[in-house]
């Protein structure tokens, strides 16, 4: 059994490292000056100039196919850029990227939706979340009726990422009723905010608020329905399942840098005359969080395998979500303890991080629902115990 990186994953992983060290890191200090003042971390300018530096190093569309000037990496590979990324809490990503669904798109939504998206210079944004569907999201109501050649959306989502910056938004409506959300009555729909839906702020504790969109007879052309008539709900799941593995990924690279912060801090935080970390209490927060961690990374690059295996990742994802997104919230909370009120302050990212990391629990399907998905595997006997080695 090999543990270990070949050359190209380790060449590729150590590039995302110095561009993230060189390029990004140096913003943080202001970052944290801006946190201070209330105001974004990062602008959509700053953003795009940092992601278009990253594409003169070849960091441009990760999980992109060629044929759109990606680099088509296998998920294993992204895992681990995604892990470099998340070392960094100025919110950056790279660039060239788009929702996985959107590439279902036909040809004439390709060149109005799907390359202006992948070439950064349109905002999407995924819609399924309603106020009465979260972990259920089957009970979704917005209904898209049809009239003529056009169909009339009405209904509210909520807790939309980039809602209100979006040029555009992937909406999963009810287009049949009757046939019900899992037997075909759902559809996705590419929605221009040109075409009349609206989106409110909603302030969070974290960076970046979601917002609710509202649409009120919103007329969208049949020619927007995203992939087929019917298919919307299993778009839908499909997108949610590619952040599994992903968030986790960047969750590892969180841990591992508040996890460094702490250990420096304990041998050179002097109490009662030595070093706190010669205190065992100190010792074994440092100790179980590394276990912790270390058993998350195998959790997630396991899930990011299995992706590339081509078989089901489901399973091994919502192993690598739950346990990812619970330890990166420990080991934040262990390494803000590390540095006492200091860690309470807004001098350092630690607090910062303590609020961030909290959404992971909660996003892209709560613990709650990784546990039911788990769980139900095994009932069922979809998976067996044993993993692959089984
Ligand atoms: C910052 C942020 C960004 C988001 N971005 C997006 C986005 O871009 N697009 C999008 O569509 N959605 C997005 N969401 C929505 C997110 O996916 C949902 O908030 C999440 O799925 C939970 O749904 P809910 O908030 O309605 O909670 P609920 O479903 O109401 O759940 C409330 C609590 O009950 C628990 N619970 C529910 N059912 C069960 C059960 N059967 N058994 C045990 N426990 C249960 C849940 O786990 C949770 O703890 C975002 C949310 C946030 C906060």
């Known amino acids: 059994m090999d543990f270990s990186l070949d050359d190209e994953q380790r060449a590729i992983r150590d590039t995302a490292r110095a561009f993230v060290t060189r390029e990004v890191m140096p913003l943080e200090a202001e970052l944290l000056r801006r946190e201070r003042r209330h105001e974004p971390g990062i602008t959509r300018d700053e953003l795009r100039e940092l992601q ?4 003169t190093f070849g960091f441009w569309g990760m999980d992109t196919p060629e044929e759109y000037g990606g680099m088509a990496l296998p998920a294993v590979v992204q895992s681990l ?15 060239g990227e788009a929702d996985n669904i ?3 798109a036909n040809d004439a939504q390709r060149a109005e939706y799907l390359i202006p998206t992948i070439e950064g210079e349109r905002i999407s944004c995924f819609a399924i979340t309603e106020p009465g569907a979260g972990s259920d999201a089957a009970n979704i109501r917005l209904a898209a009726r049809r009239d003529g050649d056009d169909w009339v959306l009405n209904g509210e989502k909520t807790f939309i990422t980039n809602g209100n910056d979006a040029d555009f938004a992937i909406v999963v409506a009810v287009t049949d009723p009757e046939k019900g959300v899992r037997g075909g009555g759902t559809t996705a729909f590419l929605v221009d905010r040109a075409m009349g839906w609206r989106s409110e702020f909603i302030q969070t504790m974290g960076e970046g608020g979601p917002a609710s969109l509202v649409f009120s007879d919103v007329r969208v052309p049949s020619r927007n329905i995203l992939g087929e008539l019917g298919r919307g709900f299993e778009l839908g799941m499909r997108w949610i399942g590619k952040g ?8 590892l690279g969180t841990a591992e840098r508040a996890l460094g912060m702490a250990i420096e801090y304990a041998n050179t935080r002097e109490t009662f005359g030595r070093p706190i970390g010669a205190n065992q209490a100190i010792q074994w927060m440092i100790a179980d969080s590394e276990t912790e961690l270390e058993a998350a990374r195998w959790l997630v ?3 990011a395998w299995t992706v590339d295996q081509g078989t089901d990742p489901r399973h091994a994802s919502s192993m690598a979500k739950l346990y990812g997104a619970g330890m990166v919230n420990r080991v934040v909370d262990r390494v803000l303890q590390i540095h006492g009120g200091m860690g309470y302050t807004r001098e350092l990212p630690i607090e910062r991080w303590y609020r961030q990391v909290r959404l992971l629990r909660i996003y892209e399907g709560t613990d709650e629902m ?3 998905i788990i769980s139900r595997d095994l009932l069922r006997g979809y998976t067996k115990l044993g993993g692959h080695l089984a």
Do not use: D
Request: glycine share 6%; no cysteine.
């Open 370 to 372: 990784q546990r039911l």
């Open 244 to 251: 599994r593995y992903l968030i986790p990924s960047h969750a």
């Open 301 to 303: 690059l396991r899930a």
């Open 102 to 104: 959107l590439f279902e």
């Open 52 to 55: 278009l530096k990253a594409r």
């Open 81 to 95: 850029i995604w892990t470099e990324i998340g070392r960094t809490y100025v919110p950056f990503r790279f660039g």
